[in-house]
């Protein structure tokens, strides 16, 4: 059964940088593509981005140029870092896991391993 930690949110001031981690226990990530989410207040869940089986990325437009995803399979885990946060960013953010790729992660489809998120807040 998949299941995943996320942890380093917080409260950071708009311009800001965080790093989420994403640690995944009970599998290996190495065979599975892996989704960072949001979902902000009376929002619906977004894919943020995502990193394939085989090292390949892709971001939404509006955290392209300042988020970047990464993972170590030899840790287990993904990152998400976040540079020049702003406040639309705030949300909870989550990861979850597909099987080889990316396909359709805007919409979370074939996603599993949902954890309970960490909270991050960007504001003065």
């Known amino acids: 059964q998949l299941r995943f930690g996320e942890s380093g949110g917080g409260l950071v001031q708009p311009g800001g940088s965080l790093r989420l981690s994403c640690a995944a226990s009970?599998?290996?990530?190495?065979?599975?593509?892996i989704g960072w989410f949001r979902q902000a207040p009376g929002k619906e869940r977004e894919g943020v981005a995502c990193?394939?089986?085989?090292?390949?990325?892709v971001a939404i437009g509006s955290v392209k140029d300042r988020f970047t995803i990464s993972r170590d399979d030899s840790r287990n885990t993904v990152y998400l870092q976040m540079n020049n946060l702003k406040p639309e960013d705030t949300a909870v953010y989550y990861c979850?896991?597909?099987?080889?790729?990316?396909?359709?992660?805007?919409?979370?489809?074939?996603?599993?391993?949902w954890g309970r998120g960490t909270q991050v807040t960007v504001s003065s």
């Open positions: 990193i394939s089986s085989y090292n390949r990325t």
């Open positions: 979850a896991a597909r099987a080889l790729d990316c396909f359709n992660y805007v919409r979370g489809a074939d996603f599993s391993g």
């Open positions: 009970g599998f290996s990530l190495g065979s599975y593509g």
